[in-house]
Nanobody
Framework: QVRLVESGGGLVQPGGSLRLSCAAS????????VGWYRQAPGKQRELVAA?????NYADSVKGRFTISRDNAKNTVYLQMNSLKPEDTAVYYC????????????WGQGTQVTVSS
């Protein structure tokens, strides 16, 4: 059984930092592209950052967010600095192999709220 379990969300003031973690099990983690998506109320889910053969970031988070992975621990992280109110969303962890739907897995999501 494949599981992706996120942690690390919460409430933070503008300008603050959070680190999200996603622990995966049931997949050969090292060969998967892993990433973080987010969905704000009334908006579509969007890619934040992904780590596979390359590392990609949404323009809105470049220079502020950093994705990293520890293949020995089957874990992917998202370090978020200089947080803004518009970063408020539910953040989801994703693992995908070769862009195939049958090898596409999601975590349950973790809420990040940036507010004073």
């Amino acid at each position: 059984q494949v599981r992706l379990v996120e942690s690390g969300g919460g409430l933070v003031q503008p300008g603050g930092s959070l680190r999200l973690s996603c622990a995966a099990s049931g997949i050969p983690f090292v060969i998967y592209t892993v990433g973080w998506y987010r969905q704000a109320p009334g908006k579509q889910r969007e890619l934040v950052a992904a780590s596979g053969g390359r590392t990609n970031y949404a323009d809105s988070v470049k220079g502020r967010f950093t994705i990293s992975r520890d293949n020995a621990k089957n874990t992917v992280y998202l370090q978020m600095n200089s947080l803004k109110p518009e970063d408020t969303a539910v953040y989801y962890c994703n693992a995908n192999l070769d862009r195939q739907d049958r090898f596409d897995y999601w975590g349950q999501g973790t809420q990040v709220t940036v507010s004073s």
